[in-house]
């Protein structure tokens, strides 16, 4: 190879690798490690991981869950993405999946309990649990995954109203252009997302682009036990009152 003997010529290579990059993110033709295993067959891999406690300290404290997709199917914009949600915007999109799906069932949500007998990172894991299922199920139905909403929730970081307001068609940007934009900046969100410190004890992280694990980190010392998004009611605050009261399950 011959030296690089400019700042173009570094510059070029840089932007070759970073265009590599992106291709292999977003699916390029030979840049989707599931393209070619398995012959015409599309998967779907998701995962709902790594529960965190986001404004720690503060009155609206709450915890968010990473979820993890990868996927050669076409019906994806981005072949692997990872964002962050909470339960309340899981609760969200399951009436927004079913409003628009008519009489198609939606999964269901892990369930709400008024009082929870286990510990707070047994609450937290079982709830994490559910909505791995929860999502498993909807990627697998055609007319849950012909939802936009759907594919916002999954591969951007956009809020609620930005998610409504973007498939309404009163945002600058489309669909596929706000996925395609969080797509070329998620590898450097997700490495900085796996600095912080997890929730709960030995949570699973998956890196960023290329999908590979990384080591487990430890959990907070002292997790709060009483969370405001354990359960979520539309009229609900999102507050941590007392860390001596047992947690909220609704």
């Known amino acids: 190879m011959e030296p690089l003997n400019s700042v173009k010529d570094r510059t070029i290579v840089v932007s070759k690798l970073a265009l590599a990059k992106l291709e292999l993110h977003i699916g390029g033709r030979g840049g989707d490690p599931l393209a070619g295993t398995q012959g015409d067959k599309e998967l779907t891999t998701v995962r709902v991981q790594d529960p965190r406690l986001q404004n720690e300290g503060s009155w609206n404290s709450y915890v968010d869950y990473k979820i993890f997709l990868h996927t050669n199917s076409k019906a994806f914009t981005a072949k692997t993405s990872c964002v962050r949600r909470r339960y309340r915007e899981f609760v969200w999109l399951r009436k927004q999946l079913q409003k628009n799906a008519g009489l198609v069932p939606v999964p269901e ?98 890196s960023s682009c290329a999908g590979l694990g990384s080591p487990p980190v430890r959990s907070c010392l002292k997790p709060p036990s009483r969370w405001s998004d354990f359960g979520m009611e539309d009229n609900h605050s999102d507050s941590l009152d007392s860390p001596t009261e047992q947690p909220e399950t609704e």
């Open 109 to 206: 949500l892990p369930g709400k309990s008024t009082f929870f007998a286990g510990s707070t990172d047994e609450f937290i894991e079982k709830r994490r649990q559910g909505l791995q299922q929860f999502l498993e199920k909807v990627v697998q139905n055609v007319v849950l995954l012909s939802d936009s909403q759907l594919h916002l929730f999954l591969q951007s970081q956009l809020a609620v109203p930005e998610i409504e307001a973007c498939v309404q068609g009163q945002s600058p940007l489309t669909v596929t252009d706000a996925i395609l934009r969080y797509a070329m900046s998620n590898c450097g969100w997700v490495q900085e997302e796996d600095a912080r410190p997890a929730l709960v004890a030995g949570a699973e992280l998956y």
